[in-house]
């Protein structure tokens, strides 16, 4: 006897604020202009990317943005360096900025944080991924002099008898965050063991991430607890996606990331008889839905019907 699986979509999952705001700013200003152009995927997802492709966004590195002039160009939420709003300025460029707000006040801390510390000789640390489009805008703050880090083996890279002020990338891991924080000050404080309290180099850490993202984190735990299945629907791509996943997996061992229904394979339901599906900050809600209604027409054979 064939069953049908109960399917739930987690309605904390998918698009936080600021991936919302920049979708809606890109879809609002192509109603009034056949092309715009986007400094890099406006969301680490394909399938959003294709489908606003066919709306008329174009994505282009930065190398392509100096060879532009009198057009539009958005830039995404995870903010930009100010070299890109000087070319804008030079081409003739109107920027419609979509920078997350959560990202543009982090943006002026570091960048406060940096002038002081050039005063103080110190050190800003930024812990993220080198290369990630938000921690670039962030580098770009201190004119590209932030120490990157992401686990232990890049703490080689600090000077550890230099006061360090550290920062978080919005969308790392909290766990992760403080981690990098104990053992920064485990090494600062045996760089300068023998010197005096009062005088010894000091760590300010900034926890800089967005709460939306790391709030999603015990969410997941008990959703991913409370289905035989999850299929987490993210791009490739997303660092959050990768992360989220990882949250998933260390509860539930029927868990399976998923860029959309064409990966799934129907032998992962066989004996049970609910799927939850969930997704990163950059999975569209309209994703998830057509994942749901993929796996709602697959017929199995369930715990309840042998």
């Not at 966004?57 to 890109?84: F, M, S, W, Y």
């Not at 003739?92 to 002038?115: F, G, M, T, W, Y």
């Not at 490739?236 to 799934?264: M, R």
Request: charged fraction near 25%; proline fraction near 2%; glycine fraction near 6%.
């Amino acid at each position: 006897m064939t069953a049908k699986l109960k399917v739930t979509i987690d309605q904390d999952s998918g698009y936080c604020f600021g991936v919302e705001y920049a979708i809606r700013m890109a879809e609002d200003a192509m109603e009034d202009s056949e092309k715009l152009y986007c400094l890099g995927d406006i969301v680490h997802n394909d399938m959003e990317v294709k489908r606003l492709y066919k709306k008329g966004l174009r994505v282009i590195n930065h190398d392509e943005l100096k060879q532009l002039h009198d057009c539009k160009v958005l830039i995404r939420a995870h903010g930009e360096p100010p070299e890109t709003y000087r070319v804008a300025m030079e081409n003739n460029i109107e920027l419609i900025d979509a920078s997350c707000p959560v990202v543009l006040k982090l943006q002026n801390r570091v960048k406060n944080a940096h002038d002081k510390m050039c005063t103080d000789k110190g050190q800003i640390v930024i812990y993220g991924k080198k290369g990630h489009a938000e921690v670039t805008g962030l580098n770009g703050q201190t004119n590209g002099n932030a120490i990157i880090v992401m686990d232990e083996s890049d703490l080689d890279k600090i000077d550890f008898t230099r006061p360090v002020t550290l920062f978080s990338q919005t969308t790392k891991s909290t766990t992760g965050f403080y981690d990098i924080k104990q053992k920064i000050e485990s090494r600062l404080k045996l760089a300068q063991s023998g010197i005096q309290e009062e005088k010894a180099a000091k760590l300010s850490a900034n926890d800089s991430i967005c709460r939306q993202v790391s709030n999603r984190e015990p969410k997941l735990n008990e959703f991913s607890q409370q289905h035989d299945v999850i299929l987490f629907v993210s791009g490739k791509k997303s660092s959050n996606g990768k992360a989220l996943y990882q949250v998933c997996k260390a509860q539930n061992a029927n868990s399976y990331f998923i860029e959309s229904e064409d990966e799934i394979d129907s032998t992962w339901f066989e004996g049970f008889d609910t799927v939850g599906i969930c997704g990163a900050t950059s999975t569209p809600m309209w994703l998830m839905e057509k994942v749901k209604n993929f796996v709602e027409n697959i017929e199995h054979q369930s715990l309840q019907s042998c």
